[in-house]
């Protein structure tokens, strides 16, 4: 996992999303998930080429399941794009580097 990116919890969730001065996209994965695993290093690679205009957290679903439900997270990779603290774009599945950069663009 790059450097840059957060991992989150249900203690430090509110915090870091009320206190990004960039929109934060938080990868809601676990261990057992193949398609998360896939995501994984094309996440790295995005939190370093947009760090500037992104941040990136990672919630284990498993350890903070308190998270899973209060955003609705019923399969994942889920990823769930905040700005100034609001849900600005949901993104259910695993996609290439290219598609997920295209998703984000109109909200960077």
Known sequence: MA?????????S????????????LVDFWADWCGPCKQIAP???????EKESQLQIAKVDV???GGLALRYGVKSIPMMILFKD????????G?????QLL???????
């Open 102 to 108: 295209a998703d984000l663009a109109p909200h960077l």
């Open 3 to 11: 450097a840059n990116i957060v991992n989150l919890t249900e203690g």
């Open 85 to 92: 603290g609001q849900v600005a774009h949901s993104l259910i």
């Open 13 to 24: 969730f509110d915090e870091v999303i009320n206190s990004s001065d960039r929109p934060v």
């Open 62 to 64: 498993e350890a903070n």
């Open 94 to 98: 695993s996609r290439s580097k290219d």
């Open 42 to 48: 094309i996440l790295d690679e995005i939190s370093v």
